[in-house]
């Protein structure tokens, strides 16, 4: 059964930094490659960052560019977000999702999400 659960989230002062973490189980982790997402309320989730299997080519919406930085440890099953610099805007609920094959098929996994709060 796929499983990935994030926690790290919290409340931060603008200029702040969080590491958030996904535990991931229940499929090879190293074969797939992880993204993050963000959902703010009142607007629709969207992509923060991603990164391939084995850890290269990360990829960052441009709004975190320069301030969040994607890594994985696979012996670990686990997918981090440090984010830097903190702004207002960042706050939300922070998702990991993967894109995995289960019996011969491609589905869509989803944590169950944790707030993060840029706030004085």
């Known amino acids: 059964q796929v499983q990935l659960v994030e926690s790290g989230g919290g409340l931060v002062q603008p200029g702040g930094s969080l590491r958030l973490s996904c535990a991931a189980s229940g499929f090879t982790f190293s074969s797939y490659a992880m993204n993050w997402y963000r959902q703010a309320t009142g607007k629709e989730r969207e992509f923060v960052a991603a990164i391939t299997r084995d850890g290269g080519r990360p990829r960052y919406a441009d709004s975190v560019k320069g301030r969040f930085t994607i890594s994985r440890d696979n012996p670990k099953n686990t997918v981090y977000l440090q984010m830097n610099s903190l702004k207002p805007e960042d706050t939300g609920v922070y998702y990991c999702?993967?894109?995995?094959?289960?019996?011969?098929?491609?589905?869509?996994?989803w944590g169950q999400g944790t707030q993060v709060t840029v706030s004085s």
């Open positions: 999702n993967a894109w995995v094959e289960v019996e011969g098929r491609l589905n869509v996994y």
